[in-house]
């Protein structure tokens, strides 16, 4: 079946970059998305790409997509303490969006001063 | 604009307890849904709405009822609660022209 995969921690100086990776399993994903989760918050949709788009920039995020490798990356550039969250990779099941994202387990990003 | 809500924020129950998670969203988006957030294992889909008086089941459905009489609103009801029921859910809508969940603010729920 549908599946998302991430690594569970990342840990960055302020000033790096950071390089957030997701495998999914679905190659017929519409869209592929990047939630963040700040402590006791809901998730909020950071940035999304469209599956026949390989890479979209918005400011300081950069989304990469490898459609051959089923492999979807966020990164951060300039990563400021602000940037301290969880990051949840998504993907829109191939059957249709009726609210269905499978999402990974997340990915805590650590920013020290 | 409001988006999103969810009532209570938190929530401790006894096992066997039951009680309601609102939600209602006034974005009149068709699609609505419920998942629970459980530590290392992401969101997992409990179920779905694709409009009102239509309902269906996502990954974890168990001990999980849901209706939807209105576009507003999509309440989740726990009829016994359980412990393994303790989690934290989140209620989100869809906009299906490009496939954006909002999500609530979360509900934090302890089953004792």
């Known amino acids: 079946g549908e599946d998302v995969e991430q690594s569970l921690f990342l840990s960055v100086r302020e000033g790096d970059s950071s390089v957030i990776n997701c495998t999914y399993t679905?190659?017929?994903?519409?869209?592929l998305y990047w939630y963040k989760q700040e402590p006791g918050a809901g998730l909020q949709l950071l940035t999304y790409?469209?599956?026949?788009?390989d890479m979209k920039q918005d400011q300081r995020l950069t989304v990469l997509l490898n459609k051959k490798d089923k492999h979807l990356s966020l990164r951060i550039a300039d990563t400021q303490t602000g940037d301290s969250a969880i990051y949840f990779c998504?993907?829109?099941?191939?059957?249709?969006?009726?609210?269905?994202?499978?999402f990974g387990q997340g990915t805590t990003l650590q920013v020290k001063p | 604009n409001a988006g999103v809500t969810q009532t209570p924020k938190f929530q401790v129950l006894k096992t066997g307890q039951s009680m309601t998670l609102q939600c209602a969203q006034d974005?009149?988006?068709?699609?609505m849904s419920w998942y629970r957030q459980d530590p290392g294992m992401g969101l997992r889909l409990i179920h779905y709405?694709?409009?009102?008086?239509?309902?269906d089941q996502g990954e974890v459905p168990n001990g999980y009822n849901v209706s939807r009489s209105t576009t507003e609103d999509f309440p989740l009801r726990l009829l016994s609660a359980a412990p393994s029921q303790t989690s934290v859910y989140f209620c989100?809508?869809?906009?299906?022209?490009?496939?954006?969940?909002?999500f609530g603010s979360g509900t934090q729920l302890s089953v004792l």
């Open positions: 989100a809508s869809t906009d299906i022209v490009n496939e954006k969940l909002f």
């Open positions: 679905d190659s017929s994903s519409t869209y």
């Open positions: 790409i469209f599956s026949n788009m």
């Open positions: 998504a993907e829109s099941p191939s059957s249709g969006n009726t609210g269905k994202l499978i």
């Open positions: 974005m009149n988006h068709e699609y």
């Open positions: 709405s694709v409009g009102a008086g239509i309902t």
